[in-house]
Nanobody, 115 residues
Framework: QVQLVESGGGLVQPGGSLRLSCAASGRFFSIYAMDWYRQAPGKQRELVATATNGTTAYADSVKGRFTISRDNAKNTVYLQMNSLKPEDTAVYYC??????????WGQGTQVTVSS
């Protein structure tokens, strides 16, 4: 079983920045990938950024503004979000895939971009 604890969400003005964190704990040998998803009201959950064994990828909507990074020693993934826009408002979820390819989700953290 893997537990994911997210933090860092909140209210920010357009153009501002936030940094999300997600720490994994529990019984696992290693982590294959850690990703960030988001879900806005009335919309489907979408992949924002992924970090897989040194490789990163981003949704087109966040390229150049968001940066995903992992601290493997701490089993933690971060999402640095800059130049935030109102359309970035959503609940952000951390997803972790361990070496057995089992997937786990965090509880979600609200990000609101508004003046």
């Amino acid at each position: 079983q893997v537990q994911l604890v997210e933090s860092g969400g909140g209210l920010v003005q357009p153009g501002g920045s936030l940094r999300l964190s997600c720490a994994a704990s529990g019984r696992f040998f290693s982590i294959y990938a850690m990703d960030w998803y988001r879900q806005a009201p009335g919309k489907q959950r979408e992949l924002v950024a992924t970090a897989t064994n040194g490789t990163t990828a981003y949704a087109d909507s966040v390229k150049g503004r968001f940066t995903i990074s992992r601290d493997n020693a701490k089993n933690t993934v971060y999402l640095q979000m800059n130049s935030l826009k109102p359309e970035d408002t959503a609940v952000y979820y951390c997803n972790c895939i361990i070496s057995t390819m089992q997937s786990y989700w965090g509880q979600g953290t609200q990000v609101t971009v508004s003046s």
